[in-house]
């Protein structure tokens, strides 16, 4: 149970070498838009633990749920929970506030799902990109996945946005009622570790939905900045539902110079978000 956006095609395969590398085998490479709402049937198996992650730190932890701007406690748990684990660069972290999905394809729109043309069901973690393709990837690779965004951090990167460091740019609410979903948007420009190719920025959302009363990420949205820019006007503001509100006292901060702090540690949290 989980706790608590076009560059040369060349340089682009570089950048996301780990991404496709991971879902090639799956007979699918997303090109990892715009965010919609949670689609399908979720499950509620949770796969074991792994090794803890060697990725560098950025920034500092200090997202706290009294600082969360959306009036729901659970989820804001949660979302604390992973805006830390982001700035520490804690794969594993994120890894398990996740929820793996079971999409029943005669129920979803296939042209999302392109895994469908030869599937009748899907199992596994959700992956989204900038044009509304879905993916769901097994255990392994989505934490291969989850392994490059959040911990290939490129260190060296500055553009007019700042810095490579992990920016939370807030929070977007989709929906109402209990069918209402919350991303969780963030910036970080991020490398492949194994190429001397520079890195480049890259946009996205984690959408938590509940389950029962939990709230767990269904869908892992990323795509690099430039992409996202020829999907929207303006990808910061515009991703996701919009509306993205920041967390009080931590407001992203997007344009150079940007402060480095010192980490602290990732608060310890009950084994849901609720008790």
Sequence with gaps: MPIGPYLP??????????????????????????????????GAEQPPSTAAPTGPTSTSAAFGEDGC???????????????????????????????????????????????????????????????????????????GFLDFLVEAVDQEYSDDLGG???????????????????????????????????????????????QDGEWAIETSYAALYTDWQLALDDPLTQIACGDIQPWAGEAPNINPPQSESQPTPIPTPSPSGTS
């Design 164 to 210: 490579p460091q992990m920016q939370i740019l807030g929070v977007s609410t989709c929906g109402k009622g209990q069918g209402r979903s919350y991303h969780v948007v963030y910036t970080v420009a991020l490398s492949d570790p194994n190429s001397t190719l520079p890195g480049d920025r890259f946009l996205g959302t984690y959408e938590f939905t509940q």
């Design 69 to 143: 701007p959306v009036d729901e406690p659970a989820f804001c748990h949660q979302a604390a929970f992973l805006a830390n684990a982001l700035v520490l660069s804690d794969a594993n972290a994120v890894f398990h506030l996740a929820r793996q999905v079971t999409i029943r394809c005669a129920d979803v729109d296939q042209s999302a799902f392109h895994q469908c043309n030869k599937r009748s069901t899907l199992t596994g973690y959700e992956i989204g990109d900038h044009l509304g393709h879905l993916f769901v990837a097994p255990t392994h690779d989505y934490h």
């Design 9 to 42: 095609a060349v340089r682009r395969l570089v950048l996301l070498l780990l991404i496709p590398a991971l879902l090639t085998a799956c007979g699918y490479k997303p090109d990892i838009q715009r965010p919609g709402a949670p689609t399908g049937v979720t």
